[in-house]
């Protein structure tokens, strides 16, 4: 009897071995199918673009289309999957728990984005990209919204209170000010406030709403079980449609990137007048989302950081061929919970608040930009100037959506405080579809570093936790450490 338990008990482990084996290869056939997506996009644009060097939008759209359904599938699994990670994860731990675990994840994310900041600062103030630069600064202007930032600070915190929160899924609330019929001025603050609803999810709002949400539920001990068990459940199911999205990534990404090249101006001129913009960003991005965060992140873990960024590839791959960390966070979070090893508590709370309010790269680059742009314009800079650019960047990285060069909008609030007028925006706008894709792959990265260091620091306080639900319970001891 104890002879065939053996057997048949080898037998198994060398299937499982097997199994593993193969499916390491799997997994990492995919990520790199996605690189050459990556690449294999960009030579097949620029082929595109020797064969015809403007092409018809109608055309563009055709390329596109296999990117932009590969977009559409992970956009829809933003919503379900944010929404049932952060409640069955707040509602699965006690309230001091889920405290010290959010806690711990705003502090790394406001110290990184800080450090982002403080570090691009640095960098454009050394390399004054934009001193001597008559060039881009005749681009022309386009009109843009007028806002005050005080209004734009504000529809972030009403933003965060969605008064209704089916619409806080489709859209997001605007303050939206019009010229006096009455009297001409050009002085906003005398300008007749009204609002508007622009079509955009209000995932700040739906963040939120899902935290209060998960703290109810575990107030209210067995007779939230029932909800809880939803969420939970949904939120597994949306996962396996994740991975089942996510053997899409090499095509999405390759007509992703193949038809932006397509749609682009001509690159020696670009790279002409913002090269060393371009430059200046890129080398802050890299140095701060693979020097500095992995540095920090060993420093804390004690692990390499190398691995783990090894692991997060597909989801780092994936941002910067959607330019989305809203639409990366599906495969950011399977990334993290499958590869990472990550406690599912940790990840479903932490990634969702990442991929919306953490943004290093986004940071990084609304700083240089307003910098740059002040240099272009001959506007000096005082040292309360840099302190207020460092601030508003800040705040504006947060208030950015995860979606394509949402950077680019709140940028005008960061050009604010230097005194410059929205429209200067244009004079960086050639280069910002491929940066957008650098910054993201940054903010992706800087999110999935933060949910490894606060795994790691909430380590003890998750074993002492016994009453776990089964279902998150099972679901961690699949996952390796
Ligand atoms: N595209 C960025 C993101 O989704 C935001 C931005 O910087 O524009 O993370």
Not at 47 to 58: E, F, G, T
Not at 214 to 230: E, R, S
Request: glycine residues 8%; contains cysteine.
């Amino acid at each position: 009897m104890n002879f065939q338990n053996n057997t048949a008990s080898g037998g198994t482990d060398k299937m499982a071995k097997t199994k593993q084996k193969k499916s390491f290869i799997l997994e990492n056939l995919l990520t790199i199918l996605t690189v050459v997506g990556v690449f294999g996009g960009t030579a097949f644009g620029l082929i595109l673009r020797s064969v015809n060097d403007k092409w018809k939008a109608r055309d563009i759209m055709y390329v596109n289309f296999v990117g932009d359904l590969f977009l559409r599938m992970l956009k829809g699994l933003i919503i379900p999957l944010l929404v049932c990670s952060i409640v069955s994860s707040v509602g699965a731990l006690d309230l001091s728990l889920s405290k010290k675990i959010g806690m711990r994840a705003i502090l790394w994310y406001v110290c990184t984005t800080l450090l982002a900041v403080t570090q691009g600062i640095i960098l454009v103030l050394t390399i004054q990209p934009g001193k001597g630069n008559t060039a881009a600064a005749t681009k022309t202007t386009i009109s843009q919204r007028n806002v005050l930032t005080t209004d734009t600070i504000l529809d972030l915190v009403r933003n965060m209170f969605p008064d209704n929160i089916a619409k806080a899924c489709i859209s997001q609330y605007r303050t939206l000010i019009t010229p006096p019929k009455d009297f001409n001025t050009t002085d906003l603050t005398q300008w007749d406030i009204n609002s508007e609803y622009i079509e955009n999810s209000n995932i700040l709002g739906l963040v939120v709403f899902s935290i209060i949400m998960g703290i109810a539920i575990g107030q209210l001990g067995a007779a939230g079980v029932p909800v809880l068990k939803f969420f939970e459940s949904l939120g597994d199911v949306t996962m396996l449609m994740t991975t089942w999205v996510i053997w899409m990534s090499p095509l999405g990404v390759f007509f992703l990137v193949s038809s932006k090249i397509l749609e682009t101006e001509s690159f020696s001129l670009i790279m002409s007048q913002l090269g060393l913009y371009f430059v200046t960003v890129l080398t802050g991005l890299i140095i701060h989302g693979y020097v500095l965060l992995p540095f920090l992140y060993f420093l804390f873990t004690r692990k390499s950081p190398i691995i783990f960024l090894r692991k997060m590839s597909q989801a780092i791959i994936t941002a910067f061929g959607t330019a989305s960390s809203n639409a990366t966070l599906p495969v950011s979070m399977q990334c993290i919970e499958e590869k990472c090893g990550i406690d599912v508590r940790i990840s479903r709370f932490v990634m969702p608040i990442g991929a919306t309010i953490n943004m290093d790269g986004t940071a990084l680059y609304e700083a240089v930009a307003a910098i740059f742009i002040a240099q272009i314009r001959n506007v000096p800079l005082s040292f309360g100037h840099v302190i207020a650019v460092s601030i508003t960047a800040t705040m504006a990285s947060i208030g950015a959506a995860g979606i394509p060069q949402a950077g680019l909008v709140t940028m005008v609030m960061v050009l604010d405080t230097v005194g410059l007028p929205a429209e200067d925006v244009t004079i960086i706008f050639a280069v910002d579809w491929l940066l957008d894709r650098f910054r993201t792959a940054v903010n992706v990265s800087g999110d999935g570093l933060g949910a490894g260091v606060v795994a790691h620091l909430s380590q003890g306080d998750l074993e002492d936790m016994t009453d776990m639900p089964m279902s998150l319970k099972s679901n961690e001891e699949n996952t390796p450490l």
